[in-house]
């Protein structure tokens, strides 16, 4: 089992930026692919990016694609999601998740889960 731990979430402006991490411990070897899905209030958990256990290859939702960037130090353990122009509809507690066997945006694919971290972006 694999467990993680996001920071960097916080209240930012519209148009501002942010930097998640999220820190992996225990069985780091089978943290495979891994995630970030966010969750508004009164929404459904929804994917936001994937990276695969060599960080060659990456997948990102529409709503976010050419704003965030997800990338990883295996030698850290972390998974970061730089995220750029924010918008206020970004507005969500964002998880990480780890364990995917392929780069899938599928939560039920992941095995771990993390706490969350709110983000915040004001108009």
């Known amino acids: 089992q694999v467990q993680l731990v996001e920071s960097g979430g916080g209240l930012v402006q519209a148009g501002g930026s942010l930097r998640l991490s999220c820190a992996a411990s225990g069985r780091t070897f089978s943290s495979g692919t891994m995630g970030w899905f966010r969750q508004a209030p009164g929404k459904d958990r929804e994917f936001v990016a994937a990276i695969t256990r060599s960080g060659g290859s990456t997948y990102y939702a529409d709503s976010v694609r050419g704003r965030f960037t997800i990338s990883r130090d295996n030698a850290k353990g972390t998974v970061y999601l730089q995220m750029n122009s924010l918008k206020p509809e970004d507005t969500a507690v964002y998880y990480c998740?780890?364990?995917?066997?392929?780069?899938?945006?599928?939560?039920?694919?992941?095995?771990?889960w993390g706490q969350g971290t709110q983000v915040t972006v004001s108009s």
């Open positions: 998740a780890a364990g995917s066997r392929w780069l899938s945006s599928q939560p039920a694919d992941f095995g771990s």
